[in-house]
């Protein structure tokens, strides 16, 4: 600590603090980066945050075997290296990658379904943590649960290292139909409901009365583009993770710029199409039909 | 009358409601409105600049013209309201972080900031602030929260925490380094809409 502080007014990693850090990410590019020189052209570009991890989805998915938290070093290098906030991932229900990275100074932990899972029956209990977490839901249900365990935050799984959007496109249509559904339905209606997405029925009245999740939901896995990054912004998105789309492309300072760009502009054609021109090429991309079923990212958690 | 929230990136829906509410409670006859582009800023008789990341704001903010005009409307005397890292933009000097990543500040307020000054986001945290003309402390929030590390000329500290400043205004201008828009206090978006 800098300076003394009265501790016994102060209250730390409270939902407020928790939820509140991921409102500030709000309209913002989060990028996966795998060293101090890429975080630092995510930063220049106009990143809010990093994802700092050893490799890009791509390559997990290209190189196989067991994926696992970065190396501490390399985390701590690119908390050194930029001033914008560092997040992390551990495996699902690895709860002691998790400490670990709290213990490191990350800001925020990635709960993900791009490394490989740990347990097989828990996700990690977010509620025993002062930092925030961010884990993928594929419906409304699994972001509920995920909620109820302590998550600040919510993204679509997509799937992850395609540079294929169809799957992010289909998990925010599949929740964003859901609470849509739910509007104008009575109390006995909404128990319902909860038991049939098996979420808690505190969160699916609060959804019900919002209209939205409650909390931050951004979009994830398979944004490659300016054009992606708007999409998901139109359809109802709080801001985009791009995780190999920057750094598996040609000119990733220059394509970094435009999604940053595209992401707040989301709503203006003419700023997409500005930013848009002379990218040099995306990354090459997978048909999301082309990839057996069992080894489809998405399909880790519950 | 429209009152403004720049939205190129940050907590700024939290802020539409929090003004939204404050018009309601002054019985100010108004709405207000995100401002993106120069043509929204023209139509705003006051502003406000939300939390979020400031390098990213700033390069926004920069890219489009709005720093400019922002300026110009500020000395021309636009009430603006700078909250976290609103208020790193608003200050004439900023720190290390703030050179080394190229941030563009605005430069109208008398004042210095120090960026993440408490810490990371696990140093985050919640506190009662006593801030000056209120009769009961703020619900303050502090996120990544910077502190304004040294006031002079016409800026006046209206708040202190731990003996570190983080509410001061100047004539028109307000800066905070904690978050109003994530409590349900609205005093001090009604301070902004008093200087009207």
């Known amino acids: 600590m800098p300076f003394e ?298 | 009358m429209k009152a403004g929230v720049v939205a190129v990136q940050g907590a700024f829906p939290e802020h539409v409601r929090s003004l939204e509410r404050a018009l309601a409670n002054n019985g100010h006859k108004g709405s207000v409105i995100t401002v993106r582009r120069l043509e929204e800023l023209e139509q705003v008789c006051c502003l406000i600049i939300p939390g979020g990341e400031s390098t990213a704001i700033s390069k926004l903010l920069s890219r489009h013209g709005l720093h400019d005009q922002i300026v110009r409307r500020a000395v021309e005397g636009m009430p603006i309201m700078g909250t976290c890292a609103g208020c790193v933009l608003l200050a004439k000097e900023g720190d290390d972080e703030v050179h080394k990543t190229g941030t563009e500040l605005l430069g109208l307020v008398d004042m210095a900031v120090d960026r993440n000054a408490f810490g990371r986001q696990r140093e985050s945290f919640e506190a009662p602030i006593d801030v000056k003309g209120f009769d009961s402390p703020f619900p303050g929030v502090f996120i990544r929260a910077p502190v304004i590390s040294r006031t002079w000329g016409r800026c006046k500290v209206m708040a202190a925490h731990s003996g570190k400043i983080v509410m001061v205004r100047q004539d028109n201008l307000i800066g905070l380094s904690f978050h109003p828009e994530l409590s349900e206090d609205t005093r001090i978006h009604e301070m902004l809409l008093g200087l009207l």
């Open chain 1, 5 to 302: 502080l009265d501790m016994s007014k102060l209250r730390y990693g409270t939902d407020l603090v928790k939820r509140g850090f991921a409102k500030m990410q709000q309209g913002g590019v989060v990028m996966d980066v795998t060293n101090a020189e890429q975080a630092l052209i995510a930063e220049e570009a106009g990143a809010v945050a990093v994802m700092a991890l050893e490799r890009v989805p791509a390559d997990i998915r290209a190189q196989g075997g067991v994926a696992r938290m970065s190396d501490p070093a390399m985390i701590e290098k690119i908390i050194d290296s930029v001033t914008i906030p560092v997040m992390a991932k551990c495996r699902i229900g690895h709860f002691v990658e998790a400490q670990v990275l709290e213990s490191l100074g990350v800001d925020m932990i990635d709960e993900s379904e791009v490394l490989t899972p740990a347990d097989p029956f828990y996700h990690v209990t977010k509620k025993n943590f002062t930092v925030p977490f961010v884990c993928g839901a594929r419906d409304l249900g699994e972001a509920l649960r995920r909620i109820d365990e302590g998550a600040a935050m919510i993204r679509t799984k997509g799937e992850a290292g395609t540079g294929n959007v169809i799957e992010a496109v289909r998990h925010q249509r599949v929740i964003m139909g859901k609470v849509r559904e739910l509007k104008g339905k009575e109390e006995p209606e909404l128990r319902t409901v909860a038991r049939e997405i098996q979420a808690p029925f505190y969160l699916v009245e609060e959804v019900a009365k919002l209209q939205r999740l409650p909390v931050i939901n951004f979009a994830a896995g398979g944004i490659a583009t300016p054009a992606d990054a708007a999409l998901m912004m139109q359809l109802g998105s709080d801001g985009v993770f791009v995780g190999s789309g920057i750094f598996k492309s040609d000119d990733p300072a220059r394509r970094a710029k435009a999604i940053v760009e595209a992401v707040t502009h989301f709503d203006d054609p003419a700023v997409i199409a500005s930013v848009s021109k002379e990218l040099g090429g995306a990354m090459k991309g997978v048909e999301i039909s082309t990839i057996p079923e069992d080894q489809r990212l998405q399909e880790r958690g519950w």
